[in-house]
Nanobody, 114 residues
Framework: QVQLVESGGGLVQPGGSLRLSCAASGRRISGYRMGWYRQAPGKQRELVARILLSSGAIYDDSVRGRFAISRDNVKNTVYLQMNSLKPEDTAVYYC????????WGQGTQVTVSS
């Protein structure tokens, strides 16, 4: 059973930065495309960034140019560097495979507010 533990969220002012981490256990991520998802209050969960086995990355239009996803297969960890944060980035952020596994972590809350 895979376990995903997200961390690094917090309260940040508009224009600020955060770096999220996602540590996986029970399964090696090296054989999977991985993604960062987010869910804002009252909205469905959405995929904002995914990283391929080659480490190429694809971003949603809403975050392209501001967010950067990366992976460390040795540490079995996925990262999301978030810069130039906006209030509309406020959400709970989750990592998972793409397509997603059935098991989700608890997520990490990101709040962008002045």
């Amino acid at each position: 059973q895979v376990q995903l533990v997200e961390s690094g969220g917090g309260l940040v002012q508009p224009g600020g930065s955060l770096r999220l981490s996602c540590a996986a256990s029970g399964r090696r991520i090296s054989g999977y495309r991985m993604g960062w998802y987010r869910q804002a209050p009252g909205k469905q969960r959405e995929l904002v960034a995914r990283i391929l086995l080659s480490s190429g990355a694809i971003y949603d239009d809403s975050v392209r140019g501001r967010f950067a996803i990366s992976r460390d297969n040795v540490k079995n960890t996925v990262y999301l560097q978030m810069n130039s944060l906006k209030p509309e980035d406020t959400a709970v952020y989750y990592c998972n495979a793409f397509p997603s596994w059935n098991s989700w972590g608890q997520g990490t809350q990101v709040t962008v507010s002045s």
